[in-house]
Nanobody
Framework: QVQLVESGGGLVQPGGSLRLSCAAS????????MGWYRQAPGKQRDMVAI???????NYADSVKGRFTISRDNVKNTVYLQMNSLKPEDTAVYYC??????????WGQGTQVTVSS
């Protein structure tokens, strides 16, 4: 059974940093695109960053230059390094693994709160 487990969320002051991790088990995901999405209260879930199996990345404009996505195919893990955090980054962050022709997999979400 496939399972995605996120970690690394928490409370941080504006300007601080956090590193999120999402580890998958139950299958091999080296050919999957891995991504991070976030959902603030009362808002839709939006893409934050994605990384393809070939290592190409794409970021939401709001996080460019502050967030970095990376992956470790041996560990089936995707990371999101978040620097210079702002209060508007506060949200529940979800990881997602996708591959054309296959079902999507989502993590359970981890809360990130940026507040002084």
């Amino acid at each position: 059974q496939v399972q995605l487990v996120e970690s690394g969320g928490g409370l941080v002051q504006p300007g601080g940093s956090l590193r999120l991790s999402c580890a998958a088990s139950g299958s091999i995901f080296s050919l999957y695109t891995m991504g991070w999405y976030r959902q603030a209260p009362g808002k839709q879930r939006d893409m934050v960053a994605i990384i393809t199996s070939g290592g190409a990345t794409n970021y939401a404009d709001s996080v460019k230059g502050r967030f970095t996505i990376s992956r470790d195919n041996v560990k089936n893990t995707v990371y999101l390094q978040m620097n210079s955090l702002k209060p508007e980054d506060t949200a529940v962050y979800y990881c997602k693994y996708t591959r054309s022709g296959y079902r999507d997999y989502w993590g359970q979400g981890t809360q990130v709160t940026v507040s002084s």
